[in-house]
């Protein structure tokens, strides 16, 4: 079984800056793309950014320059950077991976969300 655990989220005023981390641990034998979602209320889930193995990054336009995902192979650890937060970055933000394990092979994966809220 594999978990994906998010910390990070909170409150923070408009303009201000959080950044979000996401550890994948169970029994893994690959972690390939991983990536943020978020959803705000009533919206439906989209996608904020991903990051392949090899660290390709893809980003939706309204986070582009302002936020920077990236990760770290050896701990199976995806981060996003937040920084000039605006109120409507305010959702829930998930993380996702797509992981190989020797039990189940490919499968996609989803943290539990952590919560941003941005006050103007």
């Known amino acids: 079984q594999v978990q994906l655990v998010e910390s990070g989220g909170g409150l923070v005023q408009a303009g201000g800056s959080l950044r979000l981390s996401c550890a994948a641990s169970?029994?893994?034998?690959?972690?390939?793309?991983m990536g943020w979602h978020r959803q705000a209320p009533g919206k439906q889930r989209e996608l904020v950014a991903t990051?392949?193995?090899?660290?390709?990054?893809n980003y939706a336009d309204s986070v582009k320059g302002r936020f920077t995902i990236s990760r770290d192979n050896a701990k199976n650890t995806v981060y996003l950077q937040m920084n000039a937060l605006k109120p409507e970055d305010t959702a829930v933000y998930y993380c996702?991976?797509?992981?190989?394990?020797?039990?189940?092979?490919?499968?996609?994966?989803w943290g539990q969300g952590t919560q941003v809220t941005v006050s103007s």
């Open positions: 996702n991976a797509e992981v190989w394990t020797i039990l189940s092979g490919r499968d996609d994966y």
């Open positions: 990051i392949t193995s090899g660290g390709s990054t």
């Open positions: 169970g029994s893994i034998f690959r972690v390939n793309a």
